[in-house]
């Protein structure tokens, strides 16, 4: 088994690029300002037909060690943390059948921000270490039962990820 440690970054409008758009108030300036709140427009776009499905997943602490990886190819999903921070490792889309493990890495999800990954993005659950965080998850009605591509590579490719703080 091969084990390569991952970083954690803090997810900036930059290093989420290449797995999705990072959505925060932090990335552009509000659309609207007034004294009882302010607004940001179109902090992400996805362009989807039919039904639109809200979840919430509860993270609940874990030795940061990711083994296993889905995608969907035809949607994007949003993950935003409710009462907490999370860690996620993401993979880059690929055309082949499992990420491409030198293009894995660590970030911070921050509670109050959010990512809309891309259609092919690798990623797993959100992790935690300290405390449960539930997590806000939106994609296509239907996602889990007809476009999720899981791969557990430590079985399939011997090849796992530790995350260090």
């Known amino acids: 088994m091969t084990t390569q440690t991952l970083q954690i970054q ?3 409008s930059e290093n989420a690029n290449p797995y999705g758009t990072l959505i925060s108030k932090t990335v552009k300036e509000p659309a609207y300002e007034c004294e009882e709140f302010d607004f940001w427009n179109e902090l992400a776009i996805e362009e989807t037909s039919g039904v639109i499905s809200v979840g919430m997943v509860e993270a609940r602490p874990q030795k940061l060690t990711a083994t ?3 995608r969907h190819t035809r949607t994007g999903e949003l993950l935003a943390p409710l009462d907490g921070d999370v860690i996620l490792v993401l993979g880059r889309p690929t055309d082949g059948s499992t990420p491409d493990v030198n293009q894995v890495e660590a970030f911070r999800l921050r509670s109050g921000a ?4 891309k259609r ?3 990623h797993y659950a959100p992790m935690v270490s ?3 965080v539930r997590v806000l998850v939106v994609f296509r009605k239907g996602t889990p039962d007809d476009d999720l591509e899981m791969h557990k590579i430590d079985e399939e490719i011997g090849m796992r990820f530790e ?3």
């Open 114 to 117: 959010a990512i809309l990954l």
């Open 10 to 12: 803090e997810l900036t």
């Open 163 to 165: 995350v260090v703080q």
């Open 68 to 70: 296993t990886f889905e």
């Open 130 to 132: 300290d405390k449960p």
């Open 120 to 122: 092919g993005a690798w």
